[in-house]
C-alpha cells in the first residue's frame, strides 16, 4: 500500500511540474517538444523488426487518433468562440 502511494504521489508531482510548465510555456515551447518527440520516435521505429511494423504502425495511428482529434476539436471551439 505504501508503495503505491509513494508512486501517486510522484505522479501528482509529475503532473503539477506539467501544468506549471505548460503555464510559463508559449506555442514555440509546444512545438519545439512536438519535434522533439517526433525525431525520437522516428530514432525508434528505426530499431523495429520488419515483421513487427505492421503492429506498431496500428498502434501508433490509433494513438495518434486519440490525440489529434480532441486537439483538433478544442482548436475549432477556441477558433470559432466569440471574442470579447
Do not use: Q
Not at 63 to 79: C, D, E, H, N, S
Request: aromatic letters at 10%.
Amino acid at each position: 500500500m505504501k508503495r503505491r502511494s509513494i508512486l501517486m504521489k510522484a505522479i501528482d508531482t509529475l503532473l503539477d511540474l506539467g501544468d506549471r510548465y505548460a503555464e510559463k510555456s508559449t506555442w514555440k515551447d509546444f512545438a519545439l517538444t512536438k519535434f522533439c518527440l517526433f525525431s525520437m520516435g522516428v530514432a525508434a521505429g528505426m530499431y523495429i523488426p520488419r515483421e513487427h511494423r505492421a503492429k506498431a504502425l496500428c498502434g501508433c495511428a490509433a494513438v495518434f487518433a486519440a490525440t489529434y482529434i480532441p486537439l483538433m476539436a478544442k482548436l475549432y471551439r477556441i477558433a470559432t468562440e466569440n471574442r470579447e
